[in-house]
C-alpha cells in the first residue's frame, strides 16, 4: 500500500500516538520524518513532487513507513488475542533459553488456554511443543513416556481441527473465485470445476465442524451449492445456520466483521431466490447498521429491495432503496459492473412504472437506451427496448412512430426479430393509430391473451424477460387502473 494511503487510512488516536512516540526520542526537537509525516498528511492527493521539493527522497518514504509500522505494533500490543499471543511464543523462548522452568511452565499454561478458548489452532501447536520440550528437559515426570503419548494425542486432535479449519476455508474461497468469474457458471469448465467442488468428501459430510471458522466455511458453502442446484429452502436453512454461526459468537463476529456483513448479503440474496422477500429490508437494515463501509455486497442487497418494493408494491421502501442505489452509482460508478447497472436502471424503470409514473420510468429506460456498447446483461438491453413502447405510448410522445421504427430495427440487428416481438411491434403499431378506447380496447385484449399464451409457452429458465410486465400493462390499460393494482388484485 502506497505510504499516502497507509497515513490517510490512521485513525485520529493512531495519528497521535505516532507524534508522541516520535517526540520520546528527541528532546525538543521532532524527528525529520515527522515533518514528511505532517506534508503526506496535508496532502488531499498523493503530490511526490512537493516531497521533493521539500528534500525527501524514496529512501525518506521507506523510513517514515518504518517508523508507522513501529508506532502501530507498540499502539496495539497486547490489545487484540494475536499480539498477545505472539508476545507469550516471544517469551517461551526467552524462558526457554534462561532456564525460567517455573515461568515457562505458567506461559505454556496460559498460551494454550487463550489459544483454546480463540481457536488458534498454530498458536496451540506451538504451546504443545514447548510443552514437549519442556517435559523431556526436565525428566522428572515419573511417566514420561505416558504424559509425551497425551501430548502428542493432543497435538493430533489440534492437527485435525486445523486442517479441518483450512480446508473448508479453501473450498469457501475456491468457490467465490468461480462466481466472480462467471456468476451464472455459464461455462462448461465452470461447471465442471463446481461440480468437483460439490462432490468433495468434505461437503458429503454433514457433520457440523469444530471452530467457529471451519463452521461459517461450512455453512456458507452448503448455502451456495444448494442455491446454485436450485434447493432453496436447503440454502436458506444454511444460509441462516451461517448468520447464527456469527451471532452466536460475538468475539467471532467482531473479528470478522466483514464476513458477518458479506454473509448476511449471501442470506438476502437467498431470501430473494426462495420468495421470502420480507425479509429483505430488514437485512437492509441490519447491514446499514454496521460500522464500516456499506459497500460490500451491498450493491446486490439493494436490488433485492428494489425486486422486494416491486413485488411487494411498497413504494415507500422503494423509493427509499432508488436513493440507496443513486448514491450507490455516484460513488461507486467505476466499480459496478455493467450487468449490475442495467439490472438497477430496469427494475427502477419497472418500479415506477407499477405505479403509473411514467416520466420516471422512461427516464430510467433511457439510460438503458443510451448505455455504452456493453455484452453483459443483453437480456435487459432488449427487454428495456420493449418496455420502451409502454413508456413512450404512455407519454404520448409525438415521435411514437419513430420511435416504434428504431425499436424493430434494433432488434432485427441483434437477431431479437422473433414472432414474439414482431408480435408486440405491430401491437404497438395498431395502437398508435387507433383514434378512441374502442379501437384500443381489442388491441390491448389480443395482446394480453397473445403474451398469456407466450408465457405459459415458455418456461421459467427461458421466459423473455419484460413479458409479464407487458401483461399485467395490458390488464391494466383494459380494467383502466394501474399495474399496482393489478399486481394486488392477482396476489
Not at 25 to 52: R, S
Not at 75 to 96: A, D, Q
Amino acid at each position: 500500500m502506497p505510504l499516502f494511503d497507509i497515513i490517510k487510512s490512521m485513525s485520529a488516536a493512531e495519528k497521535r500516538h505516532f507524534k508522541l512516540q516520535a517526540g520520546s526520542t528527541e528532546k525538543g526537537k521532532l524527528p525529520k520524518y515527522v515533518e514528511l509525516f505532517d506534508i503526506i498528511n496535508k496532502q488531499a492527493v498523493p503530490d511526490d513532487t512537493a516531497i521533493l521539493k521539500a528534500g525527501f527522497n524514496s529512501g525518506d518514504k521507506n523510513f517514515l513507513n518504518e517508523k508507522i509500522d513501529e508506532s502501530l505494533h507498540i499502539l496495539y500490543l497486547g490489545k487484540s488475542i494475536e499480539s498477545k499471543l505472539k508476545w507469550l511464543s516471544e517469551n517461551m523462548e526467552r524462558l526457554f533459553e534462561r532456564e525460567h522452568w517455573g515461568e515457562l511452565q505458567k506461559c505454556i499454561k496460559k498460551a494454550k488456554q487463550l489459544a483454546k478458548k480463540h481457536e488458534k489452532f498454530l498458536d496451540w501447536l506451538q504451546a504443545i511443543d514447548w510443552e514437549k520440550e519442556l517435559l523431556i528437559k526436565l525428566k522428572t515426570s515419573k511417566n514420561l513416556y505416558e504424559d509425551y503419548e497425551k501430548l502428542v494425542s493432543e497435538e493430533t486432535e489440534v492437527r485435525q481441527k486445523l486442517n479441518e479449519e483450512i480446508d473448508y476455508q479453501n473450498l469457501r474461497r475456491q468457490i467465490n473465485m468461480l462466481r466472480m468469474k462467471d456468476i451464472r457458471l455459464n461455462k462448461p469448465e465452470n461447471q465442471a470445476k463446481f461440480k468437483q467442488i460439490t462432490d468433495s468428501a468434505l461437503l458429503q459430510n454433514n457433520k457440523t465442524p469444530h471452530s467457529a471458522k471451519a463452521q461459517a466455511n461450512f455453512f456458507h458453502l452448503k448455502a451456495v451449492v444448494a442455491r446454485y442446484n436450485k434447493k432453496t429452502d436447503e440454502a436458506y436453512i444454511h444460509a441462516q445456520s451461517l448468520i447464527d454461526v456469527f451471532e452466536h459468537n460475538k468475539l467471532f463476529k467482531h473479528k470478522h466483521a466483514i464476513w458477518y456483513k458479506s454473509s448476511l448479503c449471501l442470506l438476502s440474496e437467498i431470501c430473494y431466490v426462495s420468495g421470502k422477500l420480507r425479509q429483505i429490508p430488514y437485512l437492509i437494515h441490519k447491514i446499514e447498521s454496521m460500522e464500516g463501509s456499506k459497500r460490500e455486497g451491498f450493491k446486490t442487497v439493494c436490488l433485492h429491495g428494489i425486486l422486494y418494493a416491486i413485488s411487494n408494491l411498497d413504494k415507500e421502501k422503494g423509493e427509499e432503496y432508488i436513493s440507496k442505489i443513486k448514491q450507490l452509482i455516484e460513488e461507486d460508478k467505476g466499480n459496478i459492473r455493467d450487468g449490475r447497472k442495467l439490472a438497477f436502471f430496469y427494475n427502477i424503470a419497472v418500479f415506477y412504472s407499477i405505479f403509473n409514473e411514467w416520466q420516471k420510468a422512461n427516464k430510467w429506460l433511457s439510460k438503458i437506451l443510451t448505455y455504452k456498447r456493453t455484452n453483459d446483461r443483453r437480456d435487459l438491453q432488449y427487454a428495456s427496448r420493449i418496455c420502451s413502447l409502454v413508456t413512450q405510448y404512455e407519454l404520448e410522445s409525438d415521435d411514437m412512430d419513430n420511435h416504434i421504427i428504431a425499436v424493430a430495427k434494433y432488434l432485427k440487428s441483434n437477431q431479437q426479430y422473433t414472432e414474439t416481438n414482431q408480435h408486440i411491434i405491430q401491437a404497438f403499431r395498431d395502437l398508435y393509430k387507433a383514434i378512441n378506447r374502442k379501437e384500443q380496447e381489442p388491441i390491448w385484449e389480443g395482446l394480453q391473451n397473445f403474451l398469456a399464451k407466450k408465457i405459459t409457452e415458455q418456461s421459467q429458465t427461458t421466459r423473455q424477460l419484460g413479458l409479464e410486465e407487458l401483461q399485467i400493462w395490458c390488464k391494466a390499460k383494459l380494467q383502466n387502473t394501474t399495474m399496482a393494482e393489478i399486481i394486488r388484485q392477482e396476489q
